[in-house]
């Protein structure tokens, strides 16, 4: 079964720092990988996809890279502001057949940026 | 307006009794899911819907029950509430083809006592 695991649970910062945010899978056979914020009061907001063929994707500030045969991803946050302070959740999605093809989550780091 | 939509938005009910929690959407996207939240777990899938004949369990259906009324909307029951469904209640949506992206409700915040 897989497992995502996201560490640390919490973390705090000041603004304008660079961060990276770390997601870690067991099973390496996936067919993609997500990051998602999540805000109070809100659903989550995809951020970024990878396909299980690419190496990193890049929005604006973020830029998200996956490793594969390792079991990781992390989410790096440029130039931090106090409007990213959100909880980050990363999300993978097997390689399975049909309706087996469902997301597994971590259960998210909480970023705090310091004004 | 909301692409995806959640009622009630928060909820507080008692052990035993029936909530039925509803979601719509106006993406005109077939896929449908319900996600339960709980704090330091992660999201946890209940039950999914590939279209309105298509119902499928998650990884944690037992004591709970959906209905795919239309293309459009997906409730999910809680036929006997008990204070261990107490959790954040998320409802999302995709398209059948590309990526998969999810797109996710504001989310219902249910109490059970």
């Known amino acids: 079964k897989q497992e995502v695991t996201q560490i640390p649970a919490a973390l705090s910062v000041p603004e304008g720092e660079n961060l990276v945010l770390n997601c870690s899978f067991t099973?390496?056979?996936?067919?993609?990988l997500q990051w998602f914020r999540q805000d109070p009061g809100k659903g989550l907001t995809s951020l970024l996809l990878?396909?299980?063929?690419?190496r990193e994707q890049t929005s604006g500030r973020l830029n998200a890279s996956l490793d594969k045969s390792s079991g990781r991803s992390t989410l790096y946050i440029a130039a931090s502001q106090p409007g990213d302070s959100a909880t980050y959740l990363c999300?993978?999605?097997?390689?399975?057949?049909?309706?087996?093809?469902?997301?597994?989550f971590g259960s998210g780091t909480q970023l705090t940026v310091l004004p | 307006d909301a692409d995806v939509t959640q009622t009630p938005r928060n909820r507080i009910t008692k052990t035993g009794k029936r909530i039925m929690l509803e979601c719509s959407q106006t993406?005109?996207?077939?896929?449908m899911y319900w996600y339960r939240q709980d704090p330091g777990l992660g999201l946890r899938l209940i039950y999914y819907?590939?279209?309105?004949?298509?119902?499928n369990k998650g990884e944690i259906s037992d004591g709970y029950s959906v209905s795919r009324q239309a293309q459009a909307k997906f409730s999910l029951s809680l036929e006997s509430a008990i204070p261990n469904q107490t959790a954040l209640y998320f409802c999302?949506?995709?398209?059948?083809?590309?990526?998969?992206?999810?797109?996710f409700g504001p989310g219902t915040r249910l109490t059970v006592l």
């Open positions: 099973d390496s056979a996936i067919y993609n």
């Open positions: 819907s590939f279209d309105v004949k298509d119902i």
């Open positions: 999302a949506t995709s398209e059948l083809s590309g990526a998969d992206t999810q797109y």
């Open positions: 999300a993978v999605k097997p390689i399975s057949s049909g309706s087996a093809r469902q997301l597994t």
């Open positions: 990878i396909q299980s063929s690419q």
């Open positions: 993406k005109g996207h077939d896929r």
